[in-house]
């Protein structure tokens, strides 16, 4: 059973720095082999798309509100994506989660939640004013 699992979250303060790191906690999901999405949803609003790239680093997508500030990678030979959040705001403050999907052929980064078969938990990042 596939299991990804989000980690760094936290509080920090406006104007700070976090970063999220995603993986397989078993071991059994190669994520090298799959694009990487981050999604987030604060209280009583809908999961917005964040960030994703594509297996290959070939291709990456931004949230408007992520571009200039957040940054997506991977390093497939520790199986892990990484997001670097920068310049944190108030707003940013929801249960951030990342997202996998199976996609070898095509260098794909997709920005919809239904494109993505594997989730994680999702840990919660707390921005304050």
């Known amino acids: 059973q596939v299991q990804l699992v989000e980690s760094g979250g936290g509080l920090v303060q406006a104007g700070g720095s976090l970063s999220l790191s995603c993986t397989d906690s078993r071991r059994t999901l190669s994520i090298s082999s799959r694009a990487v999405g981050w999604f987030r949803q604060a209280p009583g609003k809908e999961r917005e798309f964040v960030a994703a790239?594509?297996?290959?680093?070939?291709?990456?997508n931004y949230a408007d509100s992520a571009k200039g500030r957040f940054s997506i990678s991977r390093d497939n030979s520790k199986n892990t994506v990484v997001l670097q959040m920068n310049s944190l705001k108030p707003e940013d403050t929801a249960v951030y989660y990342c997202?996998?999907?199976?996609?070898?052929?095509?260098?794909?980064?997709?920005?919809?939640?239904?494109?993505?078969?594997?989730w994680g938990q999702g840990t919660q990042v707390t921005v304050s004013s």
């Open positions: 790239r594509s297996w290959d680093s070939r291709s990456t």
């Open positions: 997202a996998a999907v199976y996609s070898p052929f095509v260098p794909t980064a997709p920005t919809t939640s239904d494109e993505y078969d594997y």
